[in-house]
């Protein structure tokens, strides 16, 4: 019976993930990219507007606390086991395609801030709420297709951000320090308890002080292990490139990958870990102090930037370089949790000690973060009084997570992601008219002068 579901969902996941959502996905990313004269050249800017303060305008967190929630959600377990999952199956050119995700995602994720302040509203207790179900009824009169998304992200919360979480890390306790499962269970619960209750200041307060820290310790450490690796490195690079555009034939324990499998690992896994076209990372985008859509819009493009551009980057030439993708470890069940490893292991003290690190602060902020995107959509169908319930039942899920076999998880996780994606895309592509005309009314931004 548990085989056949098993099967189920990862043969919808499959179909979900089909040929025609990578297109419409990677499509929306070259469209909004070119209809925006290439916004990504505008990086350093974008960087800069991030830390900065617009302390008078409207919004219930800075610009800066927004990014790092958005940021906390976003690299999670993807950053790691998904990359490795993906060399595991689309061979090592997989890496080459979720990084251009990340680069032309850049553009999408920038549309999809953007609008989520502009069509954003502030409640009865003067906070602000936002994001693309907002945007579909206030913008394009197609409140069903704000329903469809609402209830796509709160239940898909629960795989993405939640559950897949803590079954990971209480995995890796187990299998590195001999912690049993309910142990860890207990302890990430009870963290998560006492930030979550708190709602989103107390999250982006959080998610402040473990964001840059973990980001930081974690791609010192990549490259600490490159450096260590430095003769394999140009040789891994010319692999990533050339399997990119011509797949990987079958070498040593690895049972070969065609382009199709390389785009669409790559691409698949690269929405999971930086979520540009999702439509979640807006959601928390509507809540920052901002004076206007484009300065918001450009602090959440740089999220696609450090998520995918730098982190995955790092952990994708960290499992190439080791050559362990040619193992027979990548064929079985737990292939992107077995290759992750043996690719860190590698390096004695450093390289366990990074995965671990990165994957305790990576599941615990990613947790956090969809805490907040799952809680706001649950409130978009049902009210404020829904609130209290999902933080509590969100609190359980997390124990239930570390407790419980979820094999099928990452298959469900990855058709909720896809379902979500298809009525924010919608109107990121109905509505690029808006963005251009929003972009080109506060040009200045870019330039640093005042509007």
């Known amino acids: 019976m548990l085989q056949s579901l098993e099967k189920l969902i990862a043969d919808f996941a499959g179909l979900v993930w089909g040929p025609w959502l990578i297109i419409l996905l990677f499509g929306t990313h070259l469209f909004l990219t070119f209809r925006l004269g290439f916004i990504q050249r505008h990086i350093g800017r974008m960087i800069k507007v991030s830390v900065a303060k617009d302390k008078d305008a409207p919004g219930d967190v800075s610009q800066f606390g927004a990014l790092m929630t958005a940021l906390a959600a976003t690299i999670?377990?993807?950053?790691?086991?998904?990359?490795?999952?993906?060399?595991?199956?689309?061979?090592?050119?997989?890496?080459?395609?979720?990084?251009?995700?990340g680069v032309f995602g850049i553009a999408t994720k920038y549309s999809e801030a953007l609008l989520a302040v502009k069509y954003r509203i502030t409640k009865e207790d003067g906070t602000m709420a936002g994001g693309p179900m907002y945007v579909l009824e206030r913008a394009m009169n197609a409140k069903w297709l704000g329903i469809l998304f609402a209830v796509f992200a709160s239940i898909a919360a629960f795989g993405i951000g939640n559950m897949v979480q803590s079954n990971t890390l209480a995995d890796l306790a187990r299998a590195n320090f001999g912690v049993e499962p309910w142990v860890t269970g207990i302890i990430l619960t009870v963290a998560t308890a006492l930030v979550i209750i708190g709602g989103v200041k107390r999250i982006a307060i959080a998610c402040e002080l473990i964001v840059p820290l973990m980001a930081i310790v974690y791609v010192l450490g990549c490259i600490a292990i490159l450096i260590m690796r430095a003769p394999q490195i140009p040789n891994t690079i010319a692999i990533i490139f050339e399997h990119a555009f011509t797949g990987t034939a079958a070498v040593g324990g690895f049972v070969g990958a065609t382009i199709r499998q390389a785009v669409q690992a790559g691409v698949a896994r690269g929405l999971f870990s930086n979520e540009s076209g999702l439509g979640s990372a807006p959601i928390v985008a509507a809540a920052a102090q901002t004076k206007n859509p484009v300065r918001q819009a450009m602090v959440s493009g740089t999220?696609?930037?450090?998520?995918?551009?730098?982190?995955?980057?790092?952990?994708?030439?960290?499992?190439?370089?080791?050559?362990?993708?040619?193992?027979?470890?990548?064929?079985?069940?737990?292939?992107?949790?077995?290759?992750?490893?043996?690719?860190?292991?590698?390096?004695?003290?450093?390289?366990?000690?990074?995965?671990?690190?990165?994957?305790?602060?990576?599941?615990?902020?990613?947790?956090?973060?969809?805490?907040?995107?799952?809680?706001?959509?649950?409130?978009?169908?049902?009210?404020?009084?829904?609130?209290?319930?999902?933080?509590?039942?969100?609190?359980?899920?997390?124990?239930?997570?570390?407790?419980?076999?979820?094999?099928?998880?990452?298959?469900?996780?990855?058709?909720?992601?896809?379902l979500m994606a298809i009525p924010n895309l919608i109107a990121l592509l109905a509505l690029s008219g808006v963005i251009v005309a929003e972009t080109k009314a506060h040009k200045n931004e870019f330039t640093g002068k005042s509007d």
Request: glycine residues 12%; charged residues 10%; aromatic residues 16%.
């Open 76 to 101: 999670g377990t993807g950053n790691i086991y998904g990359v490795a999952g993906a060399v595991a199956v689309g061979g090592p050119g997989a890496v080459l395609w979720m990084w251009l995700t």
């Open 303 to 418: 999220g696609t930037f450090w998520d995918t551009v730098v982190v995955c980057a790092m952990t994708g030439l960290v499992v190439v370089s080791s050559g362990h993708w040619q193992d027979d470890l990548t064929h079985q069940a737990d292939a992107k949790k077995n290759l992750a490893i043996a690719a860190f292991q590698d390096i004695p003290y450093i390289g366990p000690f990074i995965l671990t690190f990165g994957l305790l602060f990576f599941v615990f902020s990613t947790i956090l973060g969809w805490s907040y995107y799952g809680e706001r959509a649950a409130e978009y169908l049902f009210g404020t009084r829904i609130i209290k319930p999902y933080r509590w039942l969100w609190v359980v899920a997390v124990y239930v997570g570390s407790v419980a076999s979820l094999n099928v998880v990452w298959d469900f996780a990855d058709a909720m992601n896809g």
